[in-house]
């Protein structure tokens, strides 16, 4: 979904921050609808009810807090509300992310993909990255931060601490590197 005036600008910086933050699948940025995202006090409940590892319809909830100004431009909280369409309420099964072509059609896990390639070009980072950086990102970067395995697991709803010790591993290559305890 695009803000008023078709700016896929906002579209794309609101897919970014909310995959990174709440550490979402493309398939479950797709699938997002603005039923789904509830606001309350200290920013936006996010409930995912599709999941890859979610079978039951109880919707699993993410919290992304509405962050400090001195980080606006990445707070997915303010992205969100950059792209709120007019009659939001009368539609409330309206997916969150949509094409600019086209403002009926949801964006495609194609599309995430997209987004992600030029943010990177745009970054001028040379590596490939995958929308599945979003999710490993964020598990990379709360390691690197100090989160413990169980903080990150609980937001990104991981069920296997394997697997998410599998994204951290990278990380702490540095944050928890032997040589460098040893001569501090």
């Not at 039951?56 to 001195?70: H, S």
């Not at 490939?128 to 970067?141: D, N």
Request: aromatic share 6%; with cysteine; hydrophobic share 40%.
């Amino acid at each position: 979904l695009t803000a008023i005036g078709g700016n896929n600008a906002a579209r794309d910086r609101a897919i970014i921050s909310v995959g990174w933050m709440a550490a979402l699948r493309s398939s479950e940025i797709v699938a997002l609808r603005w039923s789904d995202v509830v606001e309350v006090e200290p920013g936006i409940e996010l409930h995912i009810r599709e999941s890859k590892t979610n079978k039951t319809a109880e919707p699993e909830i993410i919290a992304l807090p509405l962050l400090p100004e001195a980080f606006q431009v990445i707070c997915p909280v303010r992205n969100l509300r950059a792209i709120v369409p007019l009659g939001r309420d009368r539609y409330p099964d309206t997916r969150v992310f949509r094409t600019t072509s086209d403002q009926h059609s949801s964006v495609s896990q194609r599309t995430i993909q997209r987004v992600i390639d030029r943010a990177a070009k745009n970054a001028r980072l040379g590596a490939h990255y995958s929308s599945h950086c979003l999710r490993r990102g964020f598990a990379s970067f709360a390691a690197a931060r100090g989160m413990t395995g169980l903080q990150i697991m609980r937001h990104g709803r991981w069920k296997s601490s394997s697997t998410m010790e599998g994204y951290v591993e990278r990380a702490e290559l540095w944050t928890k590197n032997p040589i460098t305890e040893l001569f501090r």
